[in-house]
């Protein structure tokens, strides 16, 4: 797989994901380029969602490649300064026939190509380029029309809730990853959470210590058979006991599972997209550290991916969670926002799933590895992450 791509979600007024927008690298374009490994990395990244995908007017002036994508998942955004063209204008309105969705950005809608406002679906408003007055200018001027509105790179809760309450429907940035106002019953769960989350990764933390920390949580027993028993190891026989599950996988595979099922506690009722985003950067980094030949910091970055997100889980600084994990000082500092050494394969996947593709080759370079080899790795991190939040959310809740 050589297709740079990343996804962004995209949420609705509940904060449920409906779509993703991709990012591709493809300089000094930014649109879909129509190969087989592009095609490949919308499948995995677009999963049951829609998918926004930028076409440049060179690519969508050859439809052939365009209809090949499915016309339910996708939706067509026409990229870049658009020229006016008739056969531009066509080509859409074909598109559009054919049930395609059409975005453009309030930009273009407003002054290019007039004859493509009558067919387009998506206006996209970015909130950190234009001011206010215009965000809300926008929203009436489009509100009464059939037209749905999106606010990209929404940063704060309160842009994402004024841009709901002017009609606002879809909301792309930073905003679903950050803290929450949760109730007092629900932070002294979470707190009992953080720390079972901390007590397993001591160092004294004994087999029958984590046999019965397990046993104690009969869904946590149930997920952790279940994880055993996957396609992921795929015994012979089927393993029915906590104990022979620990005894095969090892306390540090165990301790990886169960902390993916604390997070997966602490993390409702925020966006299930913070889970798949924790477990994803976690899985990413671990497979970076290993591909490295650092097989002995593998499970430190998978901790590290796995608990960067947890400020935006708990009304608790991060401060005040990273200090009492048994980590050291210099994985304390990553988690904190440092940049060494051990941080450097971390900010390389956050700047690769951000898309932020000069950043990550900063990193990539840093860290030594071959940039070809991580489009692969961040797709196949995705799919571990979602297979395993279908698993856990196909037993129920655990709590």
Request: proline share 3%; hydrophobic share 45%.
């Amino acid at each position: 797989m050589k297709a740079f791509a990343a996804r962004q979600p995209v949420f609705n007024r509940n904060e449920k994901v409906v779509a993703y927008k991709l990012l591709f690298r493809s300089e000094p374009r930014v649109a879909y380029d129509a190969t087989e490994a592009e095609e490949t990395a919308i499948r995995i990244m677009a999963g049951t969602k829609q998918i926004f995908v930028a076409f440049s007017c060179s690519l969508l002036q050859r439809e052939d490649f365009i209809t090949y994508l499915p016309r339910q998942a996708v939706i067509i955004e026409v990229a870049g300064i658009v020229e006016p063209s008739c056969e531009i204008v066509e080509v859409c309105k074909n598109l559009k026939r054919q049930g395609y969705t059409i975005a453009l950005t309030e930009g273009e809608f407003f002054s290019k190509l007039p004859e493509l406002i009558a067919i387009v679906d998506i206006v996209k408003v970015d909130f950190l380029a234009i001011p206010t007055d215009r965000q809300q200018w926008i929203a009436k001027e489009i509100g009464s029309r059939r037209i749905r509105l999106m606010a990209e790179r929404v940063e704060t809760r309160a842009d994402f809730e004024q841009a709901a309450a002017w009609g606002y429907t879809y909301f792309e940035g930073s905003f679903f990853s950050k803290p929450k106002i949760i109730s007092a019953d629900s932070s002294t769960a979470k707190r009992a959470y953080l720390e079972m989350l901390q007590e397993i990764n001591l160092p004294g933390f004994t087999y029958r210590r984590m046999e019965e920390t397990i046993k104690s949580n009969a869904a946590f027993s149930k997920q952790l058979l279940k994880y055993v028993n996957g396609k992921t190891f795929d015994f012979r026989t089927p393993i029915d006991s906590v104990r022979h599950a620990l005894i095969l996988l090892g306390k540090k595979e165990v301790e990886k599972w169960l902390s993916i099922l604390i997070i997966w506690e602490i993390s409702r009722p925020i966006s299930e997209e913070i889970l798949i985003l924790a477990i994803a950067r976690a899985r990413f980094g671990e497979i970076m550290a290993l591909q490295m030949g650092l097989q002995s910091l593998s499970s430190e970055i998978f901790f590290m991916g796995l608990f960067y997100l947890i400020e935006c889980m708990v009304n608790l600084p991060i401060e005040n969670f990273i200090a009492n994990l048994p980590v050291s000082s210099e994985e304390k500092s990553v988690v904190l926002g440092k940049d060494n050494n051990l941080g450097a394969i971390l900010y390389l996947v956050i700047w690769y799933e951000k898309g932020r593709w000069s950043q990550f080759s900063y990193y990539a370079a840093k860290c030594n590895i071959n940039e070809m080899e991580v489009p692969s790795v961040y797709l196949q991190s995705l799919q571990w992450a979602e297979e395993i939040v279908v698993m856990i959310n196909s037993n129920g809740d655990a709590g």
